[in-house]
């Protein structure tokens, strides 16, 4: 069935160090591939995404990476802040009769200060 | 220009009890998903819905839950005869129409409804 692993579970990094989160998926169809970021009490919000055709993508202090040969991706988070401390969802889309999407289990990210 | 809004924020039910849980989506979006998320787990989909429509409710279970989107007023996620199990953050997101060409509509997320089965 459809599925997206994600790596680490959790991930202590120190402020102004990188943090990198990993993902793999299993159905080759899916052609777009979102990241969220959830604050505590709050709902996922979109920060960064990918499309299939593409195989790096950047904005700021983010970017994303997609291996679709070997149907992985990745986020990177340069020079890091304590206001990056969140979850982090990495997700796989597809069109099917509406916009389908798997999220994986998601990355605990802590910066220490 | 509010964004998608979920009520309550913290639902206490007993064991036996229903929950209803409603969301009302951005100005504009007609489209409707409901997630549910367990501790230290990702969103899992549940239903996807459209204005008096459901559209697909391959990750709801067949007994005890259902879901609507009225003409008019919020969505309702409806939970009887609630278990422990049913413990969880339940989030719905919402989209428009969508636009021609667009490969993603992008999905925006309420703040969620934390459901306690005591």
């Known amino acids: 069935g459809e599925n997206v692993e994600q790596h680490p579970s959790t991930l202590s990094v120190q402020e102004g160090d990188s943090a990198v989160i990993k993902c793999t998926y299993s159905d080759s169809a899916s052609n777009y591939f979102p990241w969220y970021k959830q604050e505590l009490g709050k709902g996922p919000q979109l920060i960064i995404d990918?499309?299939?055709?593409?195989g790096e993508k950047k904005d700021q202090r983010i970017a994303v990476t997609l291996n679709k040969t070997a149907k992985h991706f990745s986020l990177h988070i340069t020079e890091t802040q304590p206001e990056d401390s969140a979850v982090y969802f990495c997700a796989a889309y597809k069109k099917t009769s509406y916009d389908k999407v798997i999220f994986g289990p998601g990355t605990s990210l802590s910066v220490i200060p | 220009n509010a964004g998608v809004m979920q009520n309550p924020r913290h639902l206490v039910r007993r064991r036996g009890q229903e929950a209803r849980l409603r969301c009302s989506p951005m100005k504009g979006h007609s489209h409707v998903y409901w997630y549910r998320q367990l501790p230290e787990e990702g969103l899992k989909f549940m239903v996807y819905l459209q204005k008096e429509n459901i559209i697909d409710e391959s990750g709801m279970p067949k007994e005890r839950f259902s879901a609507e989107f009225p003409k008019e007023g919020p969505s309702i996620l409806r939970i009887q005869q609630v278990v422990r199990g049913d413990s969880a953050a339940y989030f719905c997101?919402?989209?428009?129409?969508?636009?021609?060409?667009?490969?993603?509509?992008?999905?925006?997320f309420g703040p969620g409804t934390r459901l306690t089965v005591l």
């Open positions: 990918i499309r299939s055709n593409v």
């Open positions: 997101a919402s989209h428009h129409s969508g636009l021609a060409g667009v490969l993603f509509n992008e999905q925006f």
